[in-house]
């Protein structure tokens, strides 16, 4: 089930709205109606599709801020609890993810100053909150976006407060350093956050919380990793001892090398040594119970794999190859023929021989090995 759906296309940048974001679109109306009837559920409606456009703005200022130095952006995603930019690539040097992270916050600080000059002062809040059915959709989104924009400040990575911080941080240590110093700052935050939020009986702010402590986590991971593969190249991680078929070539011999148990993905080639498919055990199963026991190569491929150049930096690689969603990807010479195989295996392997010969920290090796488990 697809579970998110594009909406417009600007400046290069899909916008999409997870499934989950109508749901909530439903839970508001349902309120608004139960509380003030029809026209107030429109209104609450009117006011949250708002406040989310004020969410997409901000995303797309990181969206301005990244072009400036040459990062696109595929997609912005709007969720529940926000919005995620999808960029390429996170800025490495400090002052670049400095302004980048600084850009949404700063939009959303706009707004709210645009707000105060056109009321010529500052909104009151009614003791009943900002998002109530009696209240100005304008004065609400004064208060929304300066809320917005104190709470991205918090130091909690990966929000853009958190990225800021490591930003600084990055200035006087290491990315690697940096990075777990902004981490662990953001868990000790978003653990204090969650055991708040859980005894008032904020739910959202307890799953942005537990959102926070997991994806810093899983970036810091994803920097681990990079350190690991960083002065490497595509032709260094790749397989140089890897086995191959052609199209002609009968499944069950791809069966027999599948179970002595060094290689699950296979590439494809031609005559030429051209790689034109690859091969996986799912599809050979499946070819079979369709085919029967005869069935060939050729019967089973169904997608071309990734063909990357042998000079291509190893993080690059490895994330072509996230970004194909295949098994496999080839290692390919000047004249497009095939030297090396990779999968995400071969990967964390390779992370791991490097965690090994001293390369790195040992807390590398730890997220190497987790990710081959």
């Given at each position: 089930?697809?579970?998110?759906?594009?909406?417009?296309?600007?400046?290069?940048?899909?916008?999409?709205?997870?499934?989950?974001?109508?749901?909530?679109?439903?839970?508001?109306?349902?309120?608004?109606?139960?509380?003030?009837?029809?026209?107030?559920?429109?209104?609450?409606?009117?006011?949250?599709?708002?406040?989310?456009?004020?969410?997409?703005?901000?995303?797309?200022?990181?969206?301005?801020?990244?072009?400036?130095?040459?990062?696109?952006?595929?997609?912005?995603?709007?969720?529940?609890?926000?919005?995620?930019?999808?960029?390429?690539?996170?800025?490495?040097?400090?002052?670049?993810?400095?302004?980048?992270?600084?850009?949404?916050?700063?939009?959303?600080?706009?707004?709210?100053?645009?707000?105060?000059?056109?009321?010529?002062?500052?909104?009151?809040?009614?003791?009943?909150?900002?998002?109530?059915?009696?209240?100005?959709?304008?004065?609400?989104?004064?208060?929304?976006?300066?809320?917005?924009?104190?709470?991205?400040?918090?130091?909690?990575?990966?929000?853009?407060?958190?990225?800021?911080?490591?930003?600084?941080?990055?200035?006087?240590?290491?990315?690697?350093?940096?990075?777990?110093?902004?981490?662990?700052?953001?868990?000790?935050i978003a653990i204090a956050g969650?055991?708040?939020?859980?005894?008032?009986?904020?739910?959202?702010?307890?799953?942005?919380?537990?959102?926070?402590?997991?994806?810093?986590?899983?970036?810091?991971?994803?920097?681990?990793?990079?350190?690991?593969?960083?002065?490497?190249?595509?032709?260094?991680?790749?397989?140089?001892?890897?086995?191959?078929?052609?199209?002609?070539?009968?499944?069950?011999?791809?069966?027999?090398?599948?179970?002595?148990?060094?290689?699950?993905?296979?590439?494809?080639?031609?005559?030429?040594?051209?790689?034109?498919?690859?091969?996986?055990?799912?599809?050979?199963?499946?070819?079979?119970?369709?085919?029967?026991?005869?069935?060939?190569?050729?019967?089973?491929?169904?997608?071309?794999?990734?063909?990357?150049?042998?000079?291509?930096?190893?993080?690059?690689?490895?994330?072509?190859?996230?970004?194909?969603?295949?098994?496999?990807?080839?290692?390919?010479?000047?004249?497009?023929?095939?030297?090396?195989?990779?999968?995400n295996r071969q990967f964390s392997?390779?992370?791991?021989?490097?965690?090994?010969?001293?390369?790195?920290?040992?807390?590398?090796?730890?997220?190497?090995?987790?990710?081959?488990?």
């Amino acid at each position: 089930m697809k579970w998110s759906f594009t909406i417009a296309k600007l400046f290069g940048t899909r916008v999409q709205i997870h499934l989950t974001f109508l749901l909530l679109l439903v839970f508001v109306a349902a309120q608004y109606y139960f509380a003030s009837g029809a026209e107030a559920a429109v209104r609450g409606v009117f006011l949250i599709i708002s406040v989310f456009f004020c969410v997409l703005l901000h995303e797309f200022g990181h969206v301005a801020a990244a072009l400036k130095y040459g990062i696109t952006t595929p997609k912005i995603t709007l969720y529940p609890i926000g919005g995620i930019a999808s960029l390429t690539r996170i800025p490495k040097k400090p002052l670049q993810e400095l302004v980048v992270a600084a850009a949404g916050p700063a939009v959303n600080l706009t707004i709210a100053l645009i707000i105060v000059l056109i009321r010529g002062n500052v909104p009151t809040i009614p003791a009943e909150g900002v998002l109530t059915a009696g209240f100005s959709i304008v004065d609400a989104l004064f208060w929304v976006n300066a809320s917005l924009f104190f709470f991205n400040l918090i130091p909690a990575f990966p929000m853009d407060g958190g990225r800021m911080f490591r930003a600084l941080l990055g200035l006087f240590l290491s990315r690697g350093t940096a990075t777990h110093l902004a981490v662990t700052v953001g868990q000790v935050i978003a653990i204090a956050g969650a055991i708040w939020a859980m005894s008032n009986g904020q739910i959202l702010l307890t799953f942005i919380a537990a959102f926070i402590f997991l994806a810093g986590k899983g970036e810091e991971t994803m920097v681990d990793q990079e350190l690991l593969l960083e002065g490497h190249t595509a032709g260094e991680a790749g397989m140089s001892d890897f086995k191959t078929f052609h199209l002609d070539d009968k499944l069950n011999k791809v069966i027999d090398k599948i179970l002595e148990g060094d290689q699950d993905v296979f590439p494809v080639i031609n005559d030429l040594k051209d790689c034109i498919a690859a091969i996986s055990f799912n599809e050979v199963i499946a070819a079979i119970q369709h085919y029967g026991p005869d069935a060939h190569v050729r019967d089973a491929v169904n997608s071309v794999p990734e063909q990357i150049p042998e000079s291509t930096p190893a993080f690059d690689a490895w994330q072509k190859l996230a970004r194909s969603r295949m098994a496999g990807a080839a290692v390919v010479d000047e004249a497009g023929h095939l030297k090396k195989w990779l999968t995400n295996r071969q990967f964390s392997e390779f992370m791991v021989v490097q965690a090994l010969a001293g390369h790195k920290p040992e807390r590398s090796l730890r997220a190497a090995a987790t990710e081959e488990i």
